[in-house]
């Protein structure tokens, strides 16, 4: 079965370092996603991306976020200056239409600053 | 604010019993509704979604919506303890964010 493919799976980084988490969405899926869940908290929206652009995005995703899609395949979430806070696991996934059936999630990236 | 409302649990039930799950939403324009299973320290998985009122079956599993109450709930039949997980429900509003619940983590004990 396709899947939703994260790397690195655990990422350790310095406060105020920058990080690259990476996904390579299902190959026929044209609509992808970011959601992070801190520990023992609801899973949270970051932000959707189709055709190339932002479509949306949550209140979290401020400027320090971004996202890029650099090749047909990759698709990657950079946190330009880590906070403690930033700690969680990040979850790409992708989805075929709008989402309206649902989507893929990957196996994740768990992030923790230090 | 939309919010997805969910008892934490935990809810125990017995293997071979149906365990029923409940969710609550605030937004009527949500259109989507989708039942997702998480199991410790893993991604959310999609078990089923449903976007009219009524009963949708899959297998052991059965989700019901109630758009004049705001409500989805999830039966699971003949509980496995494989089945132990924590089950996440989710809405949309038409567009393609997902907003989720806390989760209700399921204990199906032998």
């Known amino acids: 079965e396709p899947e939703v493919t994260q790397t690195p799976s655990h990422q350790v980084t310095q406060m105020g370092q920058e990080v690259i988490l990476r996904c390579v969405p299902i190959?026929?899926?044209?609509?992808f996603y970011w959601y992070r869940q801190i520990l023992g908290q609801k899973v949270e929206f970051l932000v959707s991306?189709?055709?190339?652009?932002?479509?949306?995005k949550s209140e979290i995703f401020d400027d320090q976020f971004s996202v890029e899609r650099p090749d047909g395949s990759n698709f990657t979430l950079k946190i330009r200056s880590t906070k403690l806070e930033d700690s969680a696991m990040y979850f790409c996934?992708?989805?075929?239409?709008?989402?309206?059936?649902?989507?893929?999630f990957g196996s994740g990236t768990r992030l923790t600053v230090v | 604010q939309k919010e997805v409302e969910q008892n934490s649990g935990p809810l125990s039930v017995p293997e071979g019993a149906i365990a029923s799950l409940n969710c609550t939403y605030s937004?009527?324009?949500?259109?989507?509704f989708f039942w997702y299973r998480q199991y410790s320290g893993k991604s959310p998985e999609l078990i089923m979604f449903?976007?009219?009122?009524g009963d949708k079956e899959d297998g052991r599993f059965t989700a019901q919506l109630n758009k004049a109450s705001q409500y989805v709930s999830l039966l699971i039949r003949d509980s496995q303890p494989s089945d132990s997980a924590t089950y996440l429900c989710?809405?949309?509003?038409?567009?393609?964010?997902?907003?989720f619940g806390t989760g209700t983590q399921l204990k199906v004990e032998l």
């Open positions: 996934a992708s989805s075929e239409d709008r989402g309206d059936y649902g989507y893929t």
């Open positions: 190959s026929n899926h044209l609509y």
């Open positions: 991306f189709y055709n190339n652009e932002i479509s949306e």
């Open positions: 937004d009527r324009g949500s259109q989507s």
């Open positions: 449903i976007y009219s009122n």
């Open positions: 989710a809405a949309t509003g038409g567009g393609n964010k997902l907003t």
